[in-house]
């Protein structure tokens, strides 16, 4: 199980296991590779951008051939004509994609239509007018595209500036996308406020991706200061529009003379038809010509990848080394045997109320009393999940005791009263958290301690 502090609200709305999504690169993100990343525990998405139904068709079918876990299907509107994106957008719902992917700039008449159809949506974005534009859309999740990402930028300031900014508004979960490639990054993302990642860069460098090796090889031999923005990449793409790439001979200006005629000529072929000199198309599988004069797509966060390996090593990595970031900061925060025992406390105080509840409901029939214990009864049980599992996290063993709370409760034979007695309970425990949730540092404890407190303050009882 992984740690708790990855299991993020996101996690729970897109149906993955650790909330970590493949971006939707256009041409790389294909079935095999959503696919892998789903079954790993992440969030898959394929890249259809401009892409004809019939391959949308066929990739959905062959990624559900391959697994069973939600993804979503990534389309640039703003880059696709107007009839095809139409097509495309009728055969996603037709096919009943769970989810979709927008990015570019917002459009709230697709996005409804969207919601309207029972979609989930996603919206990238680079900037906060354009957040705030798709939350009065509808969106379900935010992308806070930074200018650190790779392949087409549409914001000016950084993951670490925009993430931050966008959870401010609070409406709907955020997710890093930009300079991420490990699982450090993942954690800074989340200590920003993010619940989630999307790699594009990190994904690209696997063997599922459906990127060309040379694309791969290059990316995972580059450092974060070599990649570049530049705007010379123009065919097949309606508006100037800034892309990060690795530098190569178009970059240099040594088809300046080309560029400045809109002479485009064909350098290469790949997926049965020819590729553009300028073309936003990156070499893919089996492309054949002069690879190194297309665009080769690369985030910075480039400079933490250093091999090529299998999707699912690359996300259980990144897990892993998340962890282990937690753990240290878990080591640099309260004391660790004073934090057990205030939380084994705790837990013996949740024990018993539990108990209460179950012995008291064996004691009356009225059906609303009862109603109202059982309700009680879940939230205490609730509680003592989260406790049990934090301390195990903290590498103890929680305690099977009841606090002296049952005894006294059960001491009280009447059950208004002793109902009071409970909600006195209640509030005893909830002022106990939020006494010490401001000085516990760990993010991931926070958290589940946030939740015990919401409980109980939702709790009738108190």
């Given at each position: 199980m992984?740690?708790?502090?990855?299991?993020?609200?996101?996690v729970d709305?897109?149906?993955?296991?650790v909330?970590?999504i493949?971006?939707?690169?256009?041409?790389?993100?294909?079935h095999?590779?959503?696919a892998?990343?789903g079954n790993?525990?992440?969030?898959?998405?394929l890249?259809?951008?401009?892409?004809p139904?019939?391959?949308?068709?066929?990739?959905?079918?062959?990624?559900?051939a391959?697994?069973?876990?939600?993804f979503?299907?990534?389309?640039?509107p703003?880059a696709?004509?107007g009839?095809?994106?139409?097509?495309?957008?009728?055969?996603c719902?037709d096919?009943?994609v769970?989810a979709?992917?927008?990015?570019?700039d917002?459009?709230?008449?697709?996005i409804?239509r969207l919601?309207?159809?029972?979609?989930?949506?996603?919206?990238?974005?680079g900037r906060?007018?354009?957040?705030?534009?798709a939350?009065?859309?509808?969106?379900?999740?935010?992308i806070?595209q930074?200018?650190?990402?790779?392949?087409?930028?549409?914001?000016?300031v950084?993951?670490?500036?925009?993430?931050?900014?966008?959870v401010?508004?609070?409406?709907?979960?955020?997710v890093?996308?930009?300079?991420?490639?490990n699982?450090?990054a993942?954690?800074a993302?989340l200590?920003l406020g993010a619940?989630?990642?999307?790699?594009?860069s990190?994904?690209?460098?696997?063997?599922?991706?459906?990127?060309?090796d040379?694309?791969?090889?290059?990316?995972?031999?580059a450092?974060?200061?070599q990649?570049?923005?530049?705007?010379?990449?123009?065919?097949?793409?309606?508006m100037?529009?800034p892309?990060r790439?690795l530098p190569n001979?178009?970059t240099?200006?040594e088809?300046?003379?080309l560029?400045?005629?809109g002479?485009?000529p064909v350098?290469?072929?790949q997926?049965?038809g020819?590729?553009?000199?300028?073309s936003?198309d990156?070499?893919l599988r089996g492309a054949?010509?002069?690879?190194?004069d297309?665009?080769?797509y690369?985030?910075?966060?480039?400079?933490?990848?250093?091999d090529i390996?299998?999707?699912?090593?690359?996300?259980?990595r990144?897990v892993?080394?998340?962890?282990?970031?937690?753990a240290?900061?878990?080591?640099?925060?309260?004391?660790e045997?004073?934090?057990?025992d205030?939380?084994?406390?705790l837990?013996r105080a949740e024990?018993?109320g539990a108990?209460?509840?179950?012995?008291?409901a064996?004691?009356?029939?009225d059906?609303?009393l009862l109603?109202?214990?059982?309700?009680l009864?879940?939230?205490?049980?609730e509680?003592?999940?989260?406790?049990r599992?934090?301390?195990e996290?903290?590498?103890?063993?929680p305690?099977?005791?009841?606090?002296?709370?049952?005894?006294?409760a059960?001491?009280i034979?009447?059950?208004?009263?002793?109902l009071?007695?409970i909600?006195?309970?209640q509030r005893?425990?909830?002022?106990?958290?939020?006494?010490?949730?401001?000085?516990?540092?760990?993010a991931?404890?926070?958290?589940?301690?946030?939740e015990v407190?919401?409980?109980?303050?939702?709790d009738?009882?108190?």
């Open positions: 992984p740690h708790p502090a990855l299991h993020t609200p996101l709305l897109l149906g993955c296991r909330p970590i493949c971006a939707g690169m256009g041409g790389v993100a294909r095999e590779l959503a892998v990343v790993a525990g992440g969030f898959g998405c890249g259809m951008v401009r892409e139904v019939e391959l949308i068709r066929r990739e959905v079918q062959a990624y559900r391959l697994s069973e876990n939600p979503a299907v990534n389309l640039i703003a696709t004509p009839d095809l994106l139409a097509e495309q957008v009728a055969a719902l096919l009943q769970p979709m992917a927008l990015f570019w917002v459009q709230p008449e697709l409804r919601k309207d159809a029972g979609v989930l949506v996603l919206q990238q974005v906060r007018s354009d957040a705030e534009a939350i009065r859309a509808g969106v379900d999740v935010l806070a930074g200018v650190e990402a790779g392949g087409h930028v549409w914001g000016d950084s993951t670490l500036a925009l993430v931050p900014e966008l401010a508004l609070g409406e709907v979960p955020v890093a996308c930009g300079g991420i490639g699982g450090n993942l954690v993302a200590a619940q989630g990642v999307a790699c594009g990190a994904f690209l460098a696997t063997t599922e991706s459906y990127a060309h040379y694309h791969k090889q290059r990316l995972v031999e450092g974060a200061e990649t570049l923005l530049t705007t010379a990449f123009f065919r097949n793409w309606p100037p529009a892309v790439v001979a178009v240099r200006g088809y300046a003379d560029h400045a005629r002479d485009t350098i290469g072929e997926d049965g020819p590729i553009h000199l300028f936003t990156s070499p054949q010509g002069r690879l190194e297309m665009p080769i690369a985030g910075q966060s480039c400079a933490q990848l250093r390996r299998p999707a699912a090593e690359r996300l259980a990144m892993e080394e998340a962890e282990a970031c937690l240290r900061l878990q080591g640099a925060a309260d004391s045997a004073d934090l057990v205030w939380l084994q406390e837990l024990r018993a108990r209460v509840m179950v012995d008291s064996a004691q009356t029939e059906p609303q109603d109202r214990l059982h309700v009864h879940r939230g205490e049980a509680s003592c999940r989260r406790l599992r934090s301390i996290y903290l590498g103890a063993e305690c099977r005791e009841l606090g002296a709370f049952h005894a006294r059960m001491a034979d009447d059950l208004a009263e002793r009071q007695f909600a006195r309970g005893w425990v909830a002022r106990r958290l939020s006494e010490r949730l401001p000085h516990i540092r760990q991931w404890l926070r958290q589940e301690l946030k407190l919401r409980l109980h303050r939702d009738p009882g108190s």
